[in-house]
């Protein structure tokens, strides 16, 4: 008899039969307040109706039209689309299935249009577990431990975690963006670096976000040397953040090249590149491509999920709905001092658990997480000793749905900590 790989890990005991809107019910209808969006994926909430729609009619119509073999319409509707929301100049689209094959798209790309090789990834970067981007990815030992030798030409540099390394945001940019500049001098020679990668929200890592600060040095270094930016939005991509994409909190700032996944087409596997014409056609003709890119279905969920995401004005919510929802959550942490710090952007909060000495406690933050999905508030953990609690609510999320989450939330500490 077959089973699931013991590797597989879930992070609730949940059997999930069916999801509407922010909520899951399990195989004995019980309900949960699905506070994770299946990591940040189902953005305008589960089995939406504009989504369910434009996905079963897709289905009766075309389901495989093999992008490197025919074209075909929801694929061209899609790109003309997110022209529409790509920044100004990031006009060539390249669709694949996952975030971590866009990763590696992005990183293909960028090592073929500069000719140059070494990649800069930055500490507690999460950016897939395929081999090419569990090379860059920092979160955590399990995404690397006992796979190696890793891809070459991967250089890390700090990222300024500020709460971490008890700073101000100032001095971690600071110390961060000397720490870069020693790397470009030393071990990784800015001639020959292809591409910086960085997260607008460090994510599996610890839910920081991104200081505007250290993006602006990033974009400054990055021109002075010939580099190439690439802003991995898997996580942060389509609102999330409270703006449409995550590196828009910094002001002027745009990056050489996007990388969109998650809440693209709420719950469908698609991913993308995104990037200048002119960046795009210095790679190698025919380099991308791969059998399910691009697919009929995800594509149509794709654009029902844009429809949904402006026409009931998503962006915004989550960016009034996080505020609400952070100012909830530092509430209860004043009675709780083994939070040590709670931070966010949009509808990514993340709350840090720390020990009587302030070092991360994961034991602390994996209890409360059980606690929480045992009351029916299901979030999931982040954080490279696993120490932070972190909610992502569908964008879809209401004022009433962030109360109801906030009470399971102050129930739970006050259960599992006392
Ligand atoms: C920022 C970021 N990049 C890349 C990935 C990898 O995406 P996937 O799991 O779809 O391969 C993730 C997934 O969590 C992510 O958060």
Request: hydrophobic share 45%.
């Amino acid at each position: 008899m077959a089973q699931l790989s013991p590797l597989l890990k879930q992070a609730t005991p949940v059997q999930a039969a069916r999801g509407e809107g922010v909520y899951l019910y399990d195989t004995d209808d019980r309900r949960f307040l699905d506070f994770t969006a299946g990591i940040g994926v189902t953005s305008t909430g589960h089995c939406h109706p504009a989504v369910v729609q434009a996905a079963q009619e897709q289905v009766a119509t075309l389901i495989h039209g093999q992008y490197t073999t025919v074209m075909h319409q929801p694929l061209l509707r899609l790109v003309e689309r997110m022209g529409e929301v790509l920044p100004d100049g990031i006009d060539s689209v390249f669709f694949t299935n996952s975030g971590s094959e866009a990763v590696e798209a992005s990183v293909r790309l960028a090592r073929q249009a500069t000719d140059r090789q070494l990649v800069v990834a930055f500490d507690g970067g999460f950016h897939g577990r395929t081999m090419g981007a569990a090379a860059l990815t920092t979160s955590g030992a399990k995404i690397r431990a006992g796979i190696g030798p890793m891809m070459g030409g991967v250089a890390f540099s700090p990222f300024p975690y500020a709460y971490r390394y008890g700073w101000s945001e100032e001095q971690a940019v600071a110390f961060a963006l000397s720490e870069l500049d020693r790397q470009l001098a030393s071990t990784a020679p800015a001639a020959d670096v292809a591409a910086f990668i960085v997260e607008p929200v460090l994510g599996e890592g610890g839910y920081v976000p991104t200081p505007a600060a250290f993006l602006q040095g990033l974009r400054e270094r990055a021109d002075r040397h010939g580099i190439l930016l690439i802003a991995d939005e898997v996580q942060t991509g389509y609102g999330r953040t409270g703006k449409f994409w995550g590196h828009q909190h910094t002001e002027g700032f745009v990056p050489d090249i996007i990388v969109t996944a998650k809440g693209l087409a709420s719950g469908f596997p698609l991913s993308a590149i995104a990037a200048p014409k002119a960046i795009m056609e210095k790679a190698w003709p025919g380099s991308q491509g791969g059998t399910y890119g691009g697919n009929a279905v995800a594509c149509a969920a794709a654009l029902a999920t844009l429809e949904v995401v402006q026409k009931e004005n998503l962006v915004e919510n989550a960016r009034v709905q996080g505020e609400k929802l952070i100012a909830g959550v530092r509430e209860s942490a004043q009675h709780h001092p083994v939070i040590g710090d709670v931070r966010g952007r949009g509808l990514m909060v993340g709350i840090e658990f720390v020990d009587a000495e302030g070092k991360p406690d994961g034991a602390t933050a994996a209890k409360v997480h059980a606690a929480a999905a045992a009351q029916g508030l299901l979030l999931l953990t982040c954080g490279v000793y696993g120490n932070v609690v972190r909610m992502i609510p569908p964008l879809v999320v209401t004022a009433e749905q962030i109360d109801e989450g906030l009470a399971l939330w102050a129930k739970t500490l006050d259960d599992a900590l006392g």
